[in-house]
């Protein structure tokens, strides 16, 4: 399936927007940007792991 970046659905929240790309039950390919400033809510995600891709700027993600 080949999709365009602009046609995928954004779940806004105020601190990022979230593109979901492609969803399974075994694996969530999501892109996100986190606006300048803002922290991510600390969360869990149990049986997943997770990989960041940073395309421009930069963060630190603190792990626990």
Not at 28 to 35: D, E, F, G, M, S
Not at 45 to 64: I, M, N, R, T
């Amino acid at each position: 399936m080949i999709r365009h970046f602009d046609d995928l659905e954004v779940q806004a929240e105020p601190y990022a927007d979230y593109r979901p790309i492609f969803e399974t039950t075994r694996l969530n390919v999501t892109h996100v940007r986190i606006h300048p400033g803002e922290t991510v809510p600390a969360h869990t995600h149990e049986d997943e792991d997770q990989v960041y891709y940073v395309a421009a700027g930069a963060g630190f993600v603190e792990l626990s």
